[in-house]
């Protein structure tokens, strides 16, 4: 067993002659893989099981799965792979993910007996909240995989984990047609791909220190408990329409608004092709205090995401409807005319999306900068906002208004990022010019 787990894992760490082309590849392969696992998902749901389900699925999958998944995740992973100093050990990181994860499961569980959902509902809701607090846990070895050096150890669990857990769903889906049995195949399959792509792999790395301090389980939530709250208001940020609908709307609804919300999704994956593999020299440029070189640096990525933006707004403008209509026709009979009559929502969303990469770059920049309370502050305002405009807007717009209100949230939340950044970079220049 110890032979075929060594074997197993030494096949997984081979990177060829060149390794940061492999760990740019392959982080762009995992990437791909999660990122069009959440595009497609919901939507072969209602394709396969109808529109209310697809809708349920779509809530719990790419919703409040994902927000629970957060409160697992903790928002470390920043932290985590910019820790190049061994501040903490991965044992730290590990045990304090114990607490996380638990604490995810738990506080699913409370939401949904709280809900008045259904039983079916409910339970369908709960096993994808597993299935996302699993993928919490595989990121914190996912992170130290990064910190290490092998960032296509990263890519390469992302891409495996995601085709086996997800390809799992897919054939419990054709052959039951049960969404509560499905649910729990994928289940099964995610922690076996936790098992097989991170946990035996990473124990065959170097440096990586399995000690923990109990003590020091206090420090490190205090030390990165703005980054939590920080990311949790995020994403409820994100998200506050897709609860707005949920909450005022039918299942339906939040599945038809899910498909059109897909371009997002692109739009980040393209975005993180750029972003994470700079994250370890950004993080170098300002720990070294050449502040020049960061702006710089952070310039160019926000002109690159600029452009990918721009493209996707006017494929958006010129294809959306045609695509809508495709998707209608592969949906089936019954479907004529839900999407297409959405693509005004759907141009909106895509120019969100666009401002959600752009301020994506700049939370990274605050995170290296350590400056979680500016994070917090804008996350906590916004979050304020969120509260009170989405259910306004989605009582009175329904998609259409659910729409609107992401865009101006996320107008909002790009611009008090990128200004904070930037007055993080030149008080840092002035306050370095008089040393």
Not at 169 to 180: D, H, T, V, W
Not at 339 to 350: D, P, R, S, W, Y
Not at 402 to 414: E, G, R
Request: with cysteine; charged share 15%; hydrophobic share 50%.
């Amino acid at each position: 067993m110890e032979t075929m787990a060594k074997g197993w894992a030494g096949l997984l760490m081979r990177t060829g002659p060149n390794k940061e082309k492999q760990n740019i590849l392959w982080n762009m392969a995992g990437s791909f893989c999660y990122a069009f696992a959440s595009m497609v998902l919901s939507f072969l749901v209602m394709r396969l099981a109808g529109e209310d389900d697809g809708g349920i699925f779509a809530f719990g999958y790419s919703t409040f799965g994902q927000q629970m998944f957060i409160l697992a995740y903790f928002g470390i992973r920043p932290f985590q792979i910019t820790d190049g100093g061994q501040e903490y050990r991965f044992g730290d990181y590990l045990h304090h993910r114990y607490v996380t994860c638990g604490a995810a499961l738990s506080a699913g569980l409370l939401y949904l007996l709280a809900s008045g959902y259904t039983v079916r509902k409910a339970a369908v809701i709960f096993l994808l909240v597993c299935y996302k607090v699993a993928d919490g846990f595989a990121d914190v070895y996912e992170s130290e995989f990064q910190r290490n050096g092998n960032l296509h150890l990263t890519g390469k669990s992302n891409t495996f984990r995601t085709i086996l857990s997800v390809g799992t769903f897919l054939m419990a889906l054709l052959g039951s047609g049960n969404l509560l049995a499905v649910c729990g195949a994928a289940v099964g399959a995610q922690i076996a791909g936790i098992l097989l792509f991170d946990v035996i792999v990473l124990r065959r790395l170097k440096g990586v220190d399995y000690g923990w301090d109990r003590g020091r389980m206090g420090t490190l939530t205090g030390g990165t408990f703005l980054l939590f709250i920080s990311v949790f208001l995020d994403f409820y940020i994100f998200s506050a329409a897709k609860y707005a609908i949920d909450a005022h709307l039918n299942d339906a609804a939040s599945g038809y608004f899910n498909i059109i919300f897909m371009p997002t999704s692109v739009i980040n994956l393209a975005a993180g092709f750029v972003i994470r593999p700079v994250l370890t020299g950004l993080t170098d440029m300002w720990n070294g205090k050449r502040f020049d070189d960061f702006a710089k640096k952070l310039l160019g990525i926000s002109r690159i995401i600029g452009a990918l933006s721009i493209l996707a707004l006017v494929l958006a403008a010129g294809l959306g409807k045609p695509v809508l209509w495709a998707l209608e026709q592969i949906l089936g009979s019954g479907y004529e005319g839900k999407l297409t009559e959405n693509h005004g929502a759907f141009i909106l969303i895509v120019m969100g999306g666009a401002c959600y990469a752009f301020l994506n770059l700049h939370y990274y920049g605050l995170v290296i900068m350590r400056r979680q309370k500016i994070i917090f502050g804008i996350y906590l305002v916004l979050a304020g906002a969120a509260a009170v405009l989405a259910p306004m807007f989605v009582k009175k717009g329904g998609i259409l208004g659910a729409a609107v209100v992401y865009l101006v949230l996320m107008i909002l939340m790009a611009a008090g990022f990128v200004v904070w950044t930037w007055v993080g970079i030149l008080e840092s220049k002035r306050a370095n010019s008089k040393i």
